[in-house]
């Protein structure tokens, strides 16, 4: 399995699809984009912070585990960190697969152990 893990201060630009095979029939993407609300208080944004050796040895080891149980081709993980304004990406994760059941499995489960093992925090600007 091919894997990019990248953290960046700059707006998420989406990276051309590669297929690093034919027998790739399936591409899952996700962004995750900052709202305007959380827990019934309006946003100005948020803040991300990252240790990212550490988060960058976590996620390889969980790609790895899930590649495992839901096989894929590849995973393009790309977090941004510092100030993200609502309404713009603060995750992206491609996940290329030969079928959609493991490539959607792949990312389901790999963003919940990301928010659960990774050490990624976000803190809460209000509005106003």
């Known amino acids: 399995m091919e894997t990019h893990i990248a953290f960046t201060k ?12 034919h027998e790739v029939g399936a591409c899952v993407e996700f962004a995750g984009l900052v709202r305007e609300t959380e827990h019934d208080r309006a946003l100005a944004g948020l803040h991300y912070e990252a ?3 550490m988060a960058t040895r976590e996620l390889a080891r969980i790609f790895n585990e899930l590649n495992a149980v839901h ?11 510092g100030w993200v304004p609502v309404g713009e990406a603060s995750l ?13 499995r792949f990312l389901a ?9 990774v050490p990624i925090w976000k803190s809460v600007a209000a509005r106003g």
């Open 92 to 104: 992206f994760v491609r996940v290329l697969s030969a079928h959609r059941g493991e490539a959607l």
């Open 51 to 53: 240790y990212e050796p």
């Open 109 to 117: 489960t790999a963003i919940d152990r990301m928010k659960a093992d």
């Open 10 to 21: 700059s707006v998420i630009v989406v990276p051309a699809l590669a297929l690093p095979s």
């Open 71 to 81: 096989p894929c081709a590849a995973v393009v993980f790309i977090h941004r960190l």
